[in-house]
């Protein structure tokens, strides 16, 4: 399984190369993953797919704090 760290790398990747578009391509890579039926690989991508939002998101998330 991915750490946290891994999954948010990816997604910041993934925004670097397809900005707002990212999330959907992390979801078409988890559908991917679901066709070849890799259960795993699949929960991955869709872990990206949620951190790619998070990230390209205007509100901060309940747990962040600003300086």
Known sequence: ???DSEIYRAA???IQE???MAPIG???KA???QDRGDRSARSV???VARATQELL???S???ATLN
């Open 18 to 20: 397809f900005g707002d």
């Open 31 to 33: 559908d991917q993953m």
């Open 45 to 47: 991508w869709l872990r």
């Open 1 to 3: 399984m991915a750490t």
């Open 57 to 59: 998101s205007d509100s």
């Open 12 to 14: 910041n990747l993934l």
């Open 26 to 28: 992390a979801q078409v």
């Open 61 to 63: 998330p309940d747990h």
